[in-house]
């Protein structure tokens, strides 16, 4: 099946620059950029059958085509321009103002806004330059920024904007036919993001220490995502600006040098820290209506509504008071706060955020002469995790053993030894009799905190100097033993790898050089 | 300052000039799209998506295999497999589990194939009327009136799978959307009640009856009508749109979806007694005619059962055309892992072969093939669909002249049944034994059975007189609520 595929872009750039230094003290550069590109792709493909000889594959060659086969082809081009201005003023080398703003334009998008603007501004003053810390023996460098932009994104095909049709490759007696390719949805905008950051970077005591720490509040407009719909439209969703979220947060990142010392022993210590709050502003009428579907919908698995004043990752399930140790049945409370024995889709509420309230990574280096160990360490904190594989495993059984996955093999011993069995019997899951489907309660929601040692490396460099005296022709030589994922720490027991093999490396490793 | 201010806005204004030229060049035409504006600018355009329609409807998710030989049949256990194999949709599908996952997805398929072909008769209907000035030769009227007639027998079928049998539908309960514009609206892709839907289609039916009152097929014969060429240079010269008639949801497939809807509303709570107009519209299509006084469907022959065609395209009220109907049926039939074969001795009884040794459709292994393969052993193949064992009919029937045939001997018209029996040269025994309505009912369940192999139009039948038990292959005893299909979810969770 031989593939011709024709392949053909242009880009076009002009740009424009201004560097004057004024009075020695003033520096500015401007610029200005201005380019357009085109990118087209084709391909065609034939399929034929009855190759006199193996090794003749040449088009030419075959026999006929296969039958009720036919060539086929995909076609892509797209069009873009874009125009940069960007203005940089620099005052004594100590205060800087950036300017910058954009205008892009591209035929993917939709026929109404096919071009947007987006600008940014920023501010920086260097402290360490000034009088007062410029003698300061302890400071290398200290800097303080502030910056405020806008930027868009538009990840949606041309189609989800407009209606197109497509041609079946099918025909009908002698006839073509053609078909809707998706909703369209004019309305359809890019959805922008404004950030505003503030920022600290400082490097102290002779660069053994180095920290960063930023403050961000990003408010995304206009946020694009699928919406779904009854499938009586012929389609399973459109695409559709839904709404506003904000992120708020801060990321710190810190890296000490606590020895330093090139021929002895060298040993350091950094780690970032990350945390993050989501925020649903504001969102449509079309998904305030897919909320409302989504909560009557019943399952073992919890919803994701998205509620104004929430997080997008708000777990909504029913609470849950546990296991009633009389009776062996869940005792759920309802919306409005009173007991009641049967779960009821409209009873969920937010149960905890699956996000982390803060997480990173940690890492440290040791290095003795040619030794380094280089160890890595992830963590994450107060994340709330809804127990699939414990609700899977261990109520949600099958009785039969028809089922895809034929369940019966395949159980947690606590299906057995942990369920309810007797009055009075304190557990943690229902009634062992009792086959139905165990719904998202808030009995599965638990708050995780976990840490990692993600990877671990030992190198060992042969000196350049052993080198040649023992291994004449080698120019460098390097042994390294590499292990990822090498033990988890968590506050919750859950399988993992059930969906998807989990797997962990150990290697060793030979690098040389001749 | 002020020379700086200046500069500033020549940029400005640069770039604004700059790139509202570039919005022209940022226009481009994909080459395997074409746009909703440029697709409604011209007649084509119109033809392309209305035939758009029908290759969905001829797909495997559909008519192509789904909802002919699939679902229908497999629910009425007119399939099984051989001896020691399984296959999970069968056993799904004949043990009445919708909710296992394979039952579940070709649900889903089924039901998004159904309204994805509205979508695009909706949306061609949104456009037609501002652009009517298009259209030649009386287009207009026949596009139209094909997509509002084929939308209304659209939704019949939709219906007719997802409804319980006939004494469970109450009129005021939701029974499915009826889905007339392109909309992203929920609210208007809601279930509606039974009144609604149904009100709906006979509406649109009769719309579409009074818009293809000038067909091409009342004017010519269905022979000249399937040749293109043979009217050229004639004085019959027509337009190319106006050909193959019974692929096309044409004047008499709107009569014959008349008379199945009233065969489907007779005997619903608060409707009552409507045989009377179910045998009306059959009879139009029974004794449709051409200018010359003949016949415009005849009842198949020996000569094509001989042939092969024992689905007789001469009986085709409305079929649809399957340019890929070999490579699909020739897979799902010529298989000895078939999930689709059925016993010999069970088919002797189901055809009473004994009774009718010269059965046009069953003798001489014309409809089942008897086989023996190697390491394998006795094995029927279905041949139906396939005139030989490499190529297929591309046209499946939807409707066909027998079934009009069959709805007049249910709705006072027993006598008819002579012609049927003759036609397919079964035993002249059975001619005095329609003596009331059981007896009726009891000779039609074995008729649809022989007719429909495969066609699907006996789970119908079944749920349409309220049968709780099955008495072929084996006999099987079920609750009425064993015939129902769930909504899929996909549909169901926007329901409150």
């Known amino acids: ?514 | 300052m002020n020379i700086m201010k200046q500069i500033f806005n020549i940029i400005i204004l640069t770039l604004t000039l700059a790139l509202s030229a570039c919005n022209e060049w940022l226009d481009i035409n994909p080459a395997l799209e074409i746009r909703e504006e440029e697709s409604f600018s011209t007649e084509q355009g119109f033809q392309d998506l209305l035939v758009g329609a029908y290759i969905r409807m001829a797909s495997s998710s559909l008519y192509g295999l789904n909802t002919t030989v699939v679902l229908p049949e497999m629910i009425t256990q007119h399939w099984t497999v051989r001896a020691g194999t399984s296959n999970e949709l069968l056993t799904s599908l004949t043990g009445f589990d919708y909710t296992s996952s394979v039952s579940k997805s070709l649900l889903e398929t089924t039901w998004l194939a159904y309204y994805k072909t509205i979508s695009n008769l909706n949306s061609l209907l949104a456009h037609i009327d501002e652009k009517k000035a298009l259209f030649t030769d009386g287009n207009y009227e026949l596009i139209k009136g094909e997509a509002i007639g084929l939308r209304a027998f659209l939704h019949l079928e939709i219906l007719r799978f997802w409804s319980p049998v006939t004494s469970q539908i109450n009129l005021d309960d939701k029974a499915i959307p009826y889905v007339k514009t392109v909309t992203k609206d929920p609210n208007e892709l809601l279930t509606r009640t039974y009144r609604e839907v149904l009100d709906n289609i006979i509406n649109e039916l009769d719309q579409a009856e009074a818009l293809l009152a000038d067909d091409p097929i009342l004017t010519y014969t269905n022979t000249q009508l399937n040749a293109p060429g043979t009217l050229q240079g004639s004085d019959l010269t027509i337009n190319d749109f106006h050909y193959f008639r019974q692929v096309r949801f044409n004047y008499y497939a709107v009569k014959a979806a008349k008379a199945r809807y009233y065969l489907f509303i007779n005997n619903i709570n608060g409707i009552g007694d409507t045989k009377s107009l179910a045998a009306r519209y059959a009879l139009e299509v029974i004794e449709a005619q051409n200018s010359d006084g003949s016949l415009k469907f005849t009842l198949g022959n020996e000569s094509e059962a001989g042939y092969g065609r024992l689905t007789f395209p001469t009986e085709h009220v409305f079929a649809v055309n399957n340019s890929l109907a070999t490579t699909t049926l020739k897979a799902a039939f010529f298989e000895y892992t078939t999930a689709f074969t059925q016993d010999k001795t069970k088919l002797a009884t189901a055809y009473e072969s004994a009774l009718h040794p010269l059965d046009i459709r069953y003798r001489d292994q014309r409809l089942w093939e008897n086989k023996t393969i190697p390491l394998v052993g006795d094995f029927n193949y279905f041949r139906k669909f396939n005139d030989t064992e490499t190529t297929a009919e591309a046209d499946m029937p939807l409707m066909r002249l027998s079934e009009m045939y069959f709805i007049a001997v249910e709705c006072g018209r027993p006598d008819l049944f002579r012609t049927f029996r003759i036609a397919r040269n079964m035993d002249s025994s059975i001619d005095d034994t329609l003596i009331d309505e059981d007896a009726i009912k009891e000779r039609l369940e074995k008729e649809y059975r022989k007719e429909f192999y495969g066609e699907g139009q006996m789970y119908f039948f079944y749920k349409r007189l309220n049968y709780t038990k099955f008495t072929w292959p084996a006999a099987l005893s079920f609750s009425w609520e064993n015939l129902l299909l769930p909504l899929p979810d996909s549909q169901l969770l926007f329901e409150i």
């Open chain 1, 1 to 514: 099946m031989p593939t011709v595929r024709g392949n053909f872009s242009y880009e076009g750039d002009i740009t424009l620059n201004y560097n004057k230094t004024f009075a020695e003290r003033h520096q500015l550069y401007t610029g200005l950029s201005f380019s357009a590109g085109d990118s087209q792709s084709e391909t065609y493909s034939i399929t034929a059958v009855g190759f006199s000889a193996i090794n003749m594959a040449n088009l030419g060659m075959a026999g006929a085509y296969p039958p009720d086969g036919k060539p086929s082809s995909t076609e892509a081009r797209s069009r873009r321009v874009g125009s940069i201005l960007n203005i940089n003023y620099t005052f004594d080398s100590r205060y800087f103002a950036d300017l910058s703003g954009k205008m892009e334009g591209s035929s993917k998008f939709g026929a109404n806004k096919r071009t947007a603007p987006f600008w940014s501004v920023g501010l920086g003053w260097n402290l360490h330059n000034e009088s007062f810390i410029k003698n300061n023996k302890a400071i290398d460098n200290l800097r303080l920024r502030a910056s405020y932009g806008t930027s868009g994104s538009q990840n949606f095909s041309s189609y989800q904007a407009l209606t197109t049709y497509r041609y079946f490759s099918q025909g009908y007696e002698f006839w073509n036919g053609s078909y809707m390719i998706a909703l369209g949805n004019s309305d359809l905008t890019w959805q922008t993001t404004k950030q505003v950051n503030l920022g600290l970077e400082t490097t102290l005591f002779n660069r053994r220490v180095n920290i960063k720490v930023d403050f961000y509040n990003k408010l995304t407009e206009s946020l694009l995502a699928d919406i779904n719909l009854p499938t009586a439209a012929g389609y399973e969703s459109y695409k559709a600006n839904i709404g506003e979220v904000r992120n708020r947060g801060v990321e710190m990142s810190a890296n000490f040098f606590l020895l330093r010392d090139p021929k002895g022993l060298t040993w350091s210590v950094g780690g970032n820290l990350i945390h993050n709050r989501n925020e649903i502003l504001k969102i449509s009428n079309a998904l305030e209506f897919l909320n409302d579907e989504l909560m009557t919908a019943t399952g073992s698995n919890p919803s994701f509504l998205y509620k104004e004043g929430e997080s997008m990752n708000t777990i909504y399930v029913v609470k849950s008071l546990g296991i009633d140790p009389a009776t062996g049945n869940e005792i759920f409370l309802n919306k409005d706060g009173v007991r009641v024995d049967t779960w009821n889709a409209e009873d969920k509420v937010a149960c905890g955020v699956d996000d982390p309230n803060v997480w990173g990574n940690l890492r440290t280096m040791l290095r003795w002469k040619n030794l380094t160990l280089n160890a890595s360490f992830s963590y994450s904190l107060g994340r709330d995790i809804y127990n699939q594989t414990l609700v899977d495993k261990v109520e949600n059984i099958s009785t039969t053993r028809s089922g895809v996955n034929n369940p019966w093999n395949n159980l947690d011993r606590r299906a057995l030894y942990d369920r309810w069995q007797n009055p009075g019997d304190n557990t943690y899951f229902k009634r062992i009799t009792d086959f139905s489907t165990t719904y998202a309660s808030s009995r599965f929601v638990m708050e995780e905190s976990e840490l990692r040692l993600s990877s671990l490396n030992l190198a060992y460099e042969f000196s350049p100097e052993w080198l040649r005296k023992h291994l004449k022709f080698m120019e460098y030589l390097t042994v390294s033993c590499y292990a990822d994922d090498v033990f988890h720490l968590s506050t919750i027991k859950r399988e993992r790898g059930t969906t998807y093999p989990f797997a962990r490396n150990f290697s060793v490793s030979i690098a040389t050089r001749f």
